[in-house]
């Protein structure tokens, strides 16, 4: 598992972080808070004290690409987490309205970009309502207004973030495996694709693990579970390559997988958006073989 940083706030305990955790560090200069939250969950009015949104829907995707939630340059990252107020010494919690569902994307694109003093809040928003913590209005889509720009710095990692022909030659390497985070429906391709004119079905090869079932109550499962639900879909297979449908629940597998132990994971960021269009990528429904 890598390495988390130290700041004003104290050191990381991990990936995750607990409602009480943050609750004791929400105002102590330097700690940051995100609503990533997508799509129709962003509507709840509501967020913890202080939070700043990280709009995966907006500044946070690369939108000259004809796909959604697709991940942007370093200058373009740089430039929105910049009028977000971030800087390189803060400490970051990310979270969403659901419990873990696309604040997993916020962490990973922040550890994409080499910030490490990054966790999620383990539960979102329901864990932390449900502990009896303060909350604020907010507008679904307000400005944000921040008292001066951050002096964020990335630090581009290169392999957290992959395209089609690197999922191609995982699917054909033994060492690899790649994970398909999507429902078992989709998967099977009993089901249309939410997104028009893609094709319903798998990679041949890859492997299903629905990103609610490594979560019990919109929480990560503890890290043995996590292990034994990794093992169960890997095998003995260290390499992982986790894809979805757009990008975003995969990094929900890309957490659980870091919180198990694996040390090669990559995000698939077309993930079935891509792989799906009609092309000669190839498409299956039949059931995954070994």
């Known amino acids: 598992m890598a390495g988390y940083g130290t700041s ?56 000259a690409v004809p796909l959604p939630h697709t991940m942007p340059g370093a200058v373009e990252f740089t430039h929105a987490m910049r009028a977000l107020g971030v800087d390189g010494t803060d400490t970051v919690v990310v979270y969403d309205t659901v419990g873990i569902y696309s604040c997993a994307r916020a962490w990973w694109m922040l550890r994409a970009m080499g910030f490490d003093r990054v966790a999620v809040l383990d539960g979102g928003l329901p864990a932390w309502e449900a502990a009896g913590r303060p909350v604020e209005r907010c507008e679904p889509d307000s400005a944000e207004r921040v008292e001066r720009a951050g002096d964020f710095t990335p630090r581009p990692r290169p392999g957290m973030f992959v395209g089609g022909d690197a999922v191609a030659e995982a699917l054909a390497d033994p060492r690899s495996v790649v994970l398909d985070a999507r ?31 490594i979560q019990r109550d919109g929480r990560m499962l503890p890290a043995e579970e996590l292990r034994s639900a990794f093992a169960a879909s890997a095998g003995d297979r260290e390499r992982l390559v986790v894809s979805c449908g757009s990008g975003v629940t995969a990094c929900v597998l890309a957490l659980g997988a870091e919180l198990a132990g694996y040390g090669e994971v990559s995000v698939y960021d077309g993930s079935w958006s891509e792989w799906g269009l009609p092309s000669d990528r190839p498409v299956t429904t039949a059931p995954a073989s070994g």
């Open 8 to 63: 004003a706030t104290g050191a990381l305990p991990g990936p995750l972080v607990g409602v009480e955790w943050l609750a004791g560090r929400l105002a102590v200069p330097g700690t940051v808070v995100l609503d990533a939250s997508v799509g129709a969950h962003r509507a709840t009015g509501r967020r913890i004290p202080g939070a700043r949104r990280f709009d995966i829907d907006g500044a946070m995707s690369d939108h």
């Open 183 to 213: 429902s078992r429906e989709r998967y099977a391709g009993s089901v249309a694709e939410p997104r028009p004119g893609l094709r319903a079905g798998h990679m041949p090869g890859a492997v299903n693990l629905p990103f609610g079932e």
